[in-house]
């Protein structure tokens, strides 16, 4: 039996996203992050490093996107090549998201989003980094439907970051092969049920609601 905890984040996406893909049955256990589930007692033997998503399979917890991601393909042979070439090109591509495009994405979040105090340096920094590595994918693209051979987990892991450009103020102008590779992932009836669990996440598109969002965002993080 699979239990997975998350929350409607990219990150959260990711392990929803391969579940869908790999036809698993699982159930779901919604965390609250505004309230701080993340932090209980219960989710921390999990979970240790309070984050989400987390899965038990029969029992025995994974934590880390990445690393659900990777124990899901080995333990279907699904979604990640078996040869060690092609498990590593797979794994590249996954690190590639795990240690560039969520971090600088996020960070491009909270600088550009969430603080209410503005930082322009900051960041021109996070967006500017985050083209760049939008670019690296454009590239990887160009020649290839996706990152790596096949389908796999390193598409799963990238896409769920790259579809909230916009919120992190990043351009795809110019990305023709980012851009159809978007519209292909989103196109995927996996990953459309993926992203709705546990809940579709509607970000403010006017002015407004983005507003109060950032707002509220901000006032979370300064209470960590």
Request: proline letters at 5%; a negative charge.
């Amino acid at each position: 039996m699979l239990d997975l905890y998350t929350a409607s984040t990219p990150n959260g996406w990711k392990a929803s996203v391969a579940l869908e893909e790999l036809g698993l049955e699982y159930t779901v256990h919604e965390i609250s992050l505004a309230d701080g589930d993340q932090k209980s007692p219960d989710f921390l033997k999990i979970c240790p490093n309070g984050r989400i998503p987390a899965l038990v399979d029969d029992g025995f917890p994974v934590f880390e996107s990445g690393a659900i991601l990777i124990y899901l393909a080995e333990k279907t042979g699904q979604l990640m090549p078996r040869d060690t070439r092609g498990k590593s090109e797979v794994i590249q591509w996954l690190m590639f998201q795990m240690g560039g495009v969520g971090p600088m994405m996020g960070q491009a979040n909270v600088f550009f989003r969430a603080l209410e105090e503005k930082i322009p340096s900051a960041i021109s920094r996070y967006q500017n980094e985050s083209r760049r590595l939008f670019e690296v994918l454009d590239r990887q693209l160009q020649d290839s439907e996706w990152l790596t051979g096949d389908y796999s987990i390193a598409d799963i892991a990238n896409w769920c970051w790259v579809r909230l450009y916009d919120w992190s103020g990043v351009s795809l102008e110019g990305l023709e092969n980012l851009q159809r590779w978007i519209a292909t992932m989103e196109a995927r009836p996996a990953c459309q049920r993926g992203i709705a669990v546990p809940e579709p996440l509607v970000l403010p598109s006017d002015e407004e609601g983005i507003e109060k969002l950032s707002s509220e965002i901000s006032r979370k993080i300064l209470q960590k």
